[in-house]
C-alpha cells in the first residue's frame, strides 16, 4: 500500500505527451475475442485496469503479451470459463466480454460487474439489447449465466445514449445474422474509435459518432493491429492542472476537437487556452473565476472531469454550481475538498461552490478514479503538504500520475503508507 505526498505552491509548467486511452483499449480488448489469431494494440497504457483485463482474457484462453506498450493478444484458443469473480468486479468493464464471448462461443458465465463507486450503473440496457440480439441470459447469485443459438440483427433503441451500452451492443452484433440497428447511441470518441477498430478487423459498421449506428453482420473478423489514441480525460485533467496551479501546460498527441466542453468552461474561468492540429496549451495567468458546470453525455461536459473541474473551482473567485447528472454519487471529492479548507455544499446532484482564498494540506482519501484527480490537484496548489491515500483508484486510470506532475515541477512523491503515516505524525508534532 503507498500514498502520495505532495507539497503545494509550485506552478506546473511542460508539456505532456498524453498516454493511451484507458476507456478505449479496455473495449477493444473486449472485442478481440471474437478474432480468431493475433491482434496488436499498440500504445495500450500500463495501468492497473489493463493489466486486469489482460489476465480476465486470459482466463478465457488468451495468450497476451506486452511488448514495449504493445499489446499482443491471441485469441484462437477461446473458450468459456469460469471468471474468479473478484477479478471482475474490479472493473466496470468486464462486463463488457459477455456479448463478445456469446458471439464467439454460444455460452457464457460472468459474474456482476464493479469499478468505482460513483453511482447506480446498471446494465440493463445491456441485458436488453443482447436479448433483443437473441441471447438467453439469467442472472443468480450475482452470476450472470447467457446463451444463444446464434445472434441476429435486431432494432435497439437506448433508453439514455450509454456510453458502455452501446460499445458492448455494437460489438457484439459484429457477428449477428442480418443488420442491427442502433438508435440513440452514445457519441463518445471512444465509441467511434471501437468502431473504426471492429472495421479494420472486417466489420461493416456505419454511422458510428452519430445517434444511429448500423452494423451488418459478418461470418467472421481478421486478425489485425490498431493503435489507442490519447487518453481525453488524461490531456484534460492536465489542463485543468495547468489552469488552477497558474501553471502553462501542453498536452499533445490529443485531438483538441474532442475536448472543446472543456476548453469552453476553462476560457470562461479566465484561463488562456491555444490548440494546434494535435495540441491544447493551457495557462492560468490570473485566479479562476466561477463557473457553472453541468455534466451532459458527449459531446457535453465530460462526467469523468466534474471532479477534477470542481476541484479547480474551489479556489476561483465566486460561487460556481456544477451539476452532476450522469452519476448520482460521483460526489466523493466534497468531503475531502473540504477537508481541505474548501467550501462546498451539496444539494441534490448540484455541487455549490464558494472559491476560497487558498486550500491547506490535510489527509485524505481517494473514493474513486476522478476523485483521486481532483484530490492531487487540490494538493498542487494548497498551503503545506497533501497526502492522497488509496492510489489504487488513481492507478486504475493514470499511468505514473506523479512522474508525469513531477517532470513539470510538481513536488509530488509515492511512499509506502507506513512512510505517509510518519508524516502526518511529524506535521501533527510541528502543528
Given at each position: 500500500m503507498s500514498a502520495f505526498v505532495i507539497k503545494g505552491g509550485r506552478s506546473l509548467v511542460g508539456e505532456v505527451d498524453v498516454a493511451?486511452?484507458?476507456?478505449?483499449?479496455?473495449?477493444?480488448?473486449?472485442?478481440?475475442?471474437?478474432?480468431?489469431?493475433t491482434t496488436v494494440l499498440h500504445n495500450v497504457p500500463d495501468v492497473s485496469d489493463t493489466r486486469t483485463k489482460a489476465k480476465l482474457l486470459e482466463v478465457f484462453g488468451a495468450k497476451v503479451e506486452w511488448r514495449e506498450g504493445s499489446m499482443y493478444i491471441d485469441c484462437t484458443a477461446i473458450y468459456p470459463s469460469e471468471a474468479d469473480e473478484e477479478m471482475v468486479r474490479s472493473i466496470r468493464t468486464s462486463f463488457y466480454l459477455l456479448g463478445p464471448l456469446l458471439a464467439r462461443c454460444g455460452h457464457v458465465t460472468l459474474p456482476a460487474p464493479g469499478g468505482?463507486?460513483?453511482?447506480?450503473?446498471?446494465?440493463?440496457?445491456?441485458?436488453?439489447?443482447?436479448?433483443?440480439?437473441?441471447?438467453?441470459?439469467?442472472?443468480?447469485?450475482?452470476?450472470?449465466?447467457?446463451?444463444?443459438?446464434?445472434?441476429?440483427?435486431?432494432?435497439?433503441?437506448?433508453?439514455?445514449?450509454?456510453?458502455?451500452?452501446?460499445q458492448h451492443l455494437m460489438t457484439a452484433a459484429t457477428l449477428a445474422k442480418g443488420v442491427t440497428v442502433i438508435d440513440n447511441a452514445a457519441m463518445e470518441p471512444e465509441v467511434t474509435t471501437l468502431a473504426a477498430f471492429l472495421n479494420r478487423l472486417g466489420a461493416r459498421i456505419e454511422g458510428a459518432g452519430t445517434a444511429k449506428i448500423?452494423?451488418?453482420?459478418?461470418?467472421?473478423?481478421?486478425?489485425?493491429?490498431?493503435?489507442?489514441?490519447?487518453?481525453?480525460?488524461?490531456?484534460?485533467?492536465?489542463?485543468?492542472?495547468?489552469?488552477?496551479?497558474?501553471?502553462?501546460?501542453?498536452?499533445?498527441?490529443?485531438?483538441?476537437?474532442?475536448?472543446?466542453?472543456?476548453?469552453?468552461?476553462l476560457r470562461e474561468a479566465g484561463a488562456e487556452v491555444s490548440d494546434g492540429s494535435d495540441w491544447i496549451r493551457v495557462a492560468g495567468r490570473e485566479p479562476l473565476k466561477a463557473v457553472k458546470v453541468k455534466t451532459m453525455p458527449y459531446p457535453g461536459f465530460p462526467t469523468d472531469m466534474q471532479q477534477p473541474m470542481a476541484g479547480s473551482l474551489t479556489i476561483a473567485e465566486g460561487t460556481s454550481i456544477v451539476e452532476e447528472t450522469i452519476y448520482e454519487s460521483r460526489i466523493g471529492h466534497v468531503q475531502e475538498l473540504n477537508r481541505m479548507g474548501a467550501d462546498i455544499r451539496q444539494e441534490g446532484r448540484s455541487s455549490i461552490i464558494n472559491g476560497v482564498a487558498s486550500l491547506r494540506g490535510a489527509n485524505?482519501?481517494?473514493?474513486?478514479?476522478?476523485?483521486?484527480?481532483?484530490?492531487?490537484?487540490?494538493?498542487?496548489?494548497?498551503?503545506?503538504?497533501?497526502?492522497?491515500?488509496?492510489?489504487?483508484?488513481?492507478?486504475?486510470?493514470?499511468?505514473?500520475?506523479?512522474d508525469t506532475l513531477t517532470s513539470m515541477g510538481g513536488e509530488i512523491e509515492r511512499v509506502a503508507l507506513a512512510e505517509a503515516d510518519a508524516s502526518v505524525r511529524a506535521n501533527d508534532t510541528s502543528a
Open positions: 493511451g486511452s484507458k476507456n478505449t483499449a479496455l473495449a477493444l480488448m473486449s472485442a478481440v475475442v471474437m478474432v480468431e489469431g468505482c463507486k460513483i453511482g447506480a450503473r446498471p446494465v440493463d440496457f445491456h441485458i436488453k439489447g443482447l436479448t433483443s440480439l437473441g441471447a438467453d441470459i439469467d442472472l443468480s447469485g450475482g452470476i450472470y449465466r447467457a446463451k444463444t443459438g446464434g445472434l441476429s440483427g435486431a432494432e435497439i433503441y437506448l433508453d439514455m445514449p450509454s456510453a458502455g451500452a452501446t448500423t452494423i451488418r453482420g459478418v461470418k467472421q473478423l481478421e486478425p489485425n493491429e490498431f493503435r489507442v489514441p490519447a487518453d481525453r480525460l488524461q490531456a484534460g485533467t492536465y489542463m485543468i492542472a495547468g489552469a488552477m496551479t497558474f501553471g502553462d501546460v501542453t498536452v499533445r498527441g490529443i485531438l483538441p476537437e474532442e475536448q472543446t466542453a472543456l476548453v469552453s468552461k485524505v482519501e481517494a473514493s474513486d478514479l476522478r476523485a483521486g484527480a481532483a484530490l492531487v490537484l487540490a494538493g498542487l496548489v494548497a498551503d503545506g503538504t497533501t497526502i492522497v491515500r488509496n492510489l489504487h483508484f488513481i492507478d486504475r486510470g493514470y499511468e505514473r500520475l506523479e
